[in-house]
């Protein structure tokens, strides 16, 4: 009875410390600076979680590491043309009424639905940010990202990204007339009024 | 006793292995701090991502529990730590070279002195962050000083790593190189939450961190 009362004990003890172990999710990812620039720097430690992701098919990549999965962008005119360019809001009082919500969102999660899942959204500045690659530029996306992006391309046979300011769902605080943007030149980010135009990718999953 | 190990060791095995396939989705993104709504689907509507969670340590460090990262408070005291110091990322070199290489003042005076034994906190191991380490510290909610409470309590004149935690409103160096002109290094600015480059030859803002992953 004892030995009993001492196994759950050890069990007991060793998920409380799972669950504290648990709470390191959150973890940072690389960036992907691969050039060292000397001791200490980036491009030497390369801290972070290394990156991985799987192509779903049906236009579909999953982030391993996030847990996120994203809409994969074409050249073939299509609503997930990499080319296409939608706004946030139409104005005051700067709600998210522009047409990255009524028309590009709207199309994607209109029954039957992309991929055949209804809850595209935009992502989150921290989200967004995820997605980017340092050790590259024009665009500063990673391989899954961006790959032979020929005129006319689907999304099973490209990836591509535009080396422009895509658009979070975060707003700046303490001017809601502006959302933070994340820039896939360099991979910077910044603020912009919701009324001008900015590239999309849809995001879901990831809670 | 067999009759209690070999279910204990298939127990942990069990636990191991779920840990495992568990493990890939370790690097989940962290909420932004925004609490606003704008409308549904955006951010401060649906405030995706992991809850925040800081604990401070008491010894001038706060850990994140979340990243697993462990930061260096600011002072207000003119120490080490003080939040106004600035410091080069590289040597200006004879003009017109500037350096790439992380061999500044920010390397020879602020992470050569939290490293000398004892040691800051009695870690020997403090660095300075990556361009994405240090913005898991922006606090989007809040424009006048975008950061968490953490690294914004009292921040009185004279006060210490211990009795308080500063952030300067300006930028902080990361150490990231921009790849296209790698004479820049990418910075946040505790300002306004933006980040960009800066020319490496500048006086910037610093912020040890150690461990995570």
Redesign the interface.
Same mark, same amino acid.
């Given at each position: 009875m004892n030995?009993?009362a001492l196994?759950t004990l050890?069990?007991f003890a060793?998920a409380t410390t799972?669950a504290d172990a648990g709470? *390191? &999710? $959150?973890?940072?990812? &690389?960036?992907g600076?691969a050039?060292n620039?000397?001791?200490?720097? %980036? $491009? %030497?430690?390369r801290?972070? #979680?290394p990156r991985?992701f799987t192509d779903l098919g049906y236009g579909m990549i999953k982030d391993?590491?996030?847990?996120?999965i994203w809409e994969k962008k074409t050249n073939d005119g299509s609503i997930h043309d990499v080319h296409a360019l939608y706004s946030w809001?139409t104005g005051e009082p700067?709600?998210?009424?522009g047409t990255a919500?009524t028309t590009f969102?709207a199309t994607l999660n209109s029954i039957p639905c992309f991929a055949g899942n209804c809850d595209w @959204?935009?992502?989150?500045?921290? =989200?967004l =940010?995820?997605i980017r690659n340092?050790?590259?530029?024009f665009p500063a996306a990673f391989l899954a990202f961006n790959q032979s992006c020929p005129s006319g391309c689907t999304n099973t046979e490209c990836s591509c990204t535009t080396p422009g300011g895509y658009l979070?769902?975060?707003?700046? %605080? !303490?001017?809601?007339s502006d959302v933070?943007v994340v820039r896939f030149n360099?991979g910077?980010?910044?603020?912009s009024t919701k009324t001008d135009l900015g590239y999309v990718r849809a995001v879901r999953g990831?809670? | 006793?067999t009759r209690?190990l070999v279910?204990?060791i298939a127990?942990?095995l069990l636990?191991a292995v779920s840990?495992a396939g568990a493990g890939?989705? &370790? $690097?989940?993104? #962290?909420?932004?701090g925004?609490t606003?709504s704008? !409308? =549904?689907?955006?951010? $401060?509507d649906?405030r995706?991502? #992991?809850t925040r969670?800081f604990i401070d340590l008491n010894n001038g460090v706060v850990k994140d529990? @979340?990243?697993? #990262?462990f930061w260096e408070k600011k002072s207000n005291d003119g120490s080490i730590h003080d939040k106004d110091n600035v410091y080069g990322w590289a040597l200006s070199l004879p003009v017109p070279v500037v350096g790439? *290489?992380?061999?500044g003042s920010v390397?020879s005076n602020f992470?050569a002195n939290l490293n000398t034994p004892p040691c800051f906190a009695g870690f020997c191991d403090w660095?300075?962050p990556?361009?994405? =380490?240090l913005?898991?510290l922006v606090n989007?909610? &809040?424009? %006048?000083l975008?950061a968490f409470a953490e690294f914004d309590t009292g921040c009185t004149p004279g006060c210490s790593v211990t009795q308080c935690s500063c952030t300067g409103s300006d930028f902080y160096w *990361?150490?990231?190189?921009?790849?296209?002109v790698?004479t820049y290094a990418?910075v946040v600015y505790f300002s306004?939450g933006?980040?960009?480059?800066r020319m490496k030859t500048e006086g910037g803002y610093a912020r040890a961190v150690r461990g995570?992953?």
């Open positions: 030995r009993i196994a050890a069990l060793l799972r709470l *390191t &999710k $959150g973890r940072t990812l &690389k960036t600076q050039t620039y000397g001791d200490g720097s %980036d $491009g %030497d430690l801290r972070g #979680l991985l391993n590491r996030t847990g996120l809001s700067w709600q998210a009424n919500f969102l @959204r935009l992502p989150n500045l921290n =989200e =940010e995820s340092l050790g590259a530029s979070s769902t975060s707003t700046v %605080d !303490g001017t809601p933070w360099y910077g980010c910044y603020q990831g809670f | 006793m209690y279910p204990t127990a942990l636990i840990d890939v989705t &370790k $690097g989940r993104p #962290l909420e932004t925004q606003t704008y !409308g =549904e689907g955006t951010d $401060g649906l995706p991502g #992991l969670l529990r @979340r990243t697993g #990262l790439e *290489t992380f061999s390397v992470l660095r300075l990556t361009f994405y =380490e913005q898991t989007i909610e &809040k424009a %006048d975008p *990361t150490s990231s190189t921009w790849r296209a790698p990418w306004t933006s980040s960009s480059a995570g992953f």
